[in-house]
């Protein structure tokens, strides 16, 4: 089966799974079920070879697995897969999630500023209009106030006077394009700093809110939140551990525990976890990054009131800066606002996925069922392990690591994003490893353990227990993600082909769709209006610049080129007649010579002529 013809299949897989989960009233995301898809191709348990061509039969075992799963919404391991994909379709990072905010930002305002820098006022009411523009541009840059509350309109134009009088509107037109969208950008930055200064003062600003003092109050309010969640999914994840550590070591707890799906939901539960972690993460920069910029807004607002003070006038070179300084940092305020507005959001809707828990085990059931147990911690489990290590020379070709001989711990890249790399394939349980009894480097990957046993049983054949890690991530599915396995998992390998990793049934297509957009005319216009393409248009101009009237023209005549003049002449073709007379005679007559002088005028207004004739007499000849 070629890639192209195996591709086909899964997309019609796809679509026929999501149909049918429609028909069943229940809508899933394309997404959702190529997951499910991969899932269910992957499980052991359901004996696909992929390196052979799929029939009928097979195709819609495959449809049937998938609507069963899709469909079992009693099933924790589901939720875990919807909330895997929610996380991975909404959560950005804060770099991504601020450019994407800016570009959006700078395509909502992209009209406005194309009209402005398009725009070429000569009349008096055309140079208001666009200097009402401006206005508009400034107050939806800054983002502080409505454009359609009155008193702010003022206040912002009253603002841009003082930088940008509106008499300047002639000297902005004629700039380009690129120095006009700079210009405006600076307009905003210079209208916001003021706008600051102005309200630090109180002088105005009514309608800008204390950033600083909402961001002191709603952080906090989320980290509380976030911190919540954590110690319930903590407990949650230490109780399914508790039950089931004791269902290997009882066969009758084994017995009355295995309807239960326990470990479907300790992985949801540490899937959560993880989760909230790093919004935990991100939460706690953006304190970080609110604290360093309250500490920079309030020396740069110092310093603004000690050089402007009771000023009449300010260098702008002064001032300037600062203005700018504020602005920038009043923009960084309002970027952590849209991040905590993202973390909340995003907190708030995880817990959906986790409702399931309280469904399948109330708090009267799992406290029934842990009678008699001790339930461990995860700081508990980690204290109890800190005084054993390993002994590196029981090892001779591997290679162990420790926390105190590394220089940069925190930055050690763990396998399984820090669990036990013996419990999960051998147990089945996400445990927290311990550094401090050693941490194994095999093959430039490093692993942890819960215990002295399980790193020495591990060491002994690390690449058996890690494919067993695999088979339980094929098994269970939530897993490629909560340990961090998408490496493993990048394509469907066929298994005739497993131990050849460069060869595989079908390799994903990159394919992406992008676009791009260039401005109609990149640089400035250069438009000659002297420029004439009519040649008379062009004579005429000539003339007018030759300026005739008081011009002279001059000539000369030599001795060789005084009788010369152009001549034509007509002769008759010859005919064949001849006379004769009784006697031939003949006379000569004087060649007249009559010449005019003054033809030519003078400078006065009358012209004079005089006549001369210089014929000789007929006597003379």
Same mark, same amino acid.
């Given at each position: ?48 070879? *992929? ?202 707890? &084994? ?161 399984? &994003? ?51 890690? *695999? ?15 998408? &490496? ?88 064949? +007649? ?39 007499? +007929?006597?003379?000849?």
């Amino acid at each position: 089966m070629s890639s192209d013809q195996a591709w086909n299949v899964v997309k019609k897989i796809i679509r026929e799974v999501g149909q049918e989960c429609t028909i069943q009233g229940q809508t899933v995301s394309e997404i959702l079920v190529a997951f499910m898809v991969k899932a269910v191709a992957l499980d052991p348990r359901n004996d696909f070879k *992929v390196d052979q061509i799929l029939t009928k039969e097979d195709v819609q075992n495959i449809i049937q697995l998938c609507v069963t799963r899709l469909l079992d919404t009693t099933n924790p391991s589901l939720s875990t897969i919807k909330m895997q994909v929610y996380f991975d379709m909404n959560y950005a990072n804060r770099a991504e999630l601020l450019r994407e905010q800016h570009r959006d930002l700078e395509a909502r305002l992209a009209p406005v500023v194309r009209d402005i820098a398009d725009s070429c006022p000569h009349l008096q009411e055309e140079m208001e209009n666009v200097y009402r523009k401006i206005v508009s541009y400034v107050l939806l840059a800054s983002g502080l106030g409505s454009p359609t509350d009155i008193g702010v309109v003022r206040e912002v134009t009253a603002a841009l006077q003082s930088v940008f009088p509106q008499r300047e509107i002639m000297t902005f037109s004629s700039l380009g394009k690129k120095n006009k969208e700079q210009q405006l950008k600076t307009f905003a930055m210079l209208v916001t700093g003021i706008r600051l200064y102005n309200k630090a003062c109180g002088k105005g600003g009514s309608s800008i809110e204390d950033l600083p003092a909402i961001l002191n109050e709603a952080i906090p309010s989320a980290t509380r939140t976030i911190d919540e969640g954590l110690n319930n999914c903590h407990l949650r994840a230490y109780q399914y551990t508790t039950l089931l550590e004791s269902m290997q070591e009882d066969q009758h707890r &084994h017995t009355q525990l295995s309807s239960f799906k326990l470990k479907e939901a300790l992985f949801n539960v540490r899937q959560y976890e993880a989760f909230l972690c790093i919004l935990l993460s991100d939460a706690i920069t953006s304190a970080q990054e609110v604290e360093k910029m309250q500490v920079q807004f309030a020396t740069t607002m110092e310093q603004l009131k000690n050089t402007v003070e009771n000023k009449v006038s300010v260098d702008a070179n002064e001032v300037f800066p600062l203005f700018i300084a504020l602005s920038n940092l009043w923009t960084g305020f309002q970027d952590e606002m849209l991040l905590l507005k993202f973390l909340t959001s995003l907190t708030n809707n995880l817990q959906q996925f986790l409702e399931i828990q309280s469904q399948l085990f109330p708090e009267e059931l799992l406290t029934s069922l842990l009678e008699g147990l001790t339930v461990k911690s995860d700081e508990e489990r980690l204290r109890e392990t800190m005084g054993t290590r390993v002994n590196v020379s029981d090892f001779k070709n591997q290679e162990w690591l420790f926390p105190e001989t590394i220089e940069h711990f925190d930055q050690l890249l763990i396998q399984y &994003h820090g669990f036990c790399a013996h419990a999960i394939g051998v147990k089945g349980l996400t445990l927290p490893g311990n550094p401090a009894i050693g941490i194994l480097k095999h093959k430039e990957k490093c692993y942890v353990f819960t215990s002295k046993e399980a790193a020495y049983i591990f060491a002994q054949d690390p690449d058996k227990f890690i494919q067993l890690n *695999v088979e339980k991530a094929k098994e269970y599915t939530e897993l490629i993600q909560l340990l961090q396995l998408h &490496h493993q998992f990048e394509y469907l390998v066929p298994y005739a082909q497993a131990r050849t990793p460069d060869k595989c049934l079908m390799k994903p297509t990159v394919k992406c769709d992008s676009s791009s957009q260039t401005d109609t005319h990149i640089l400035p216009p250069t438009i000659v209006t002297s420029y004439e393409w009519n040649e008379w248009e062009m004579r005429r101009k000539a003339i007018k610049l030759a300026n005739l009237r008081r011009k002279l023209t001059h000539a000369m005549q030599t001795d060789l080129s005084n009788m010369r003049r152009q001549n034509s002449t007509q002769v008759y073709l010859p005919k064949d +007649v001849s006379t004769q007379t009784k006697r031939d005679n003949s006379s000569n007559v004087p060649r007249p010579q009559i010449f005019l002088e003054g033809l030519r005028g003078q400078s006065s207004p009358t012209t004079h002529t005089v006549k001369i004739n210089l014929t000789r007499a +007929v006597d003379e000849t």
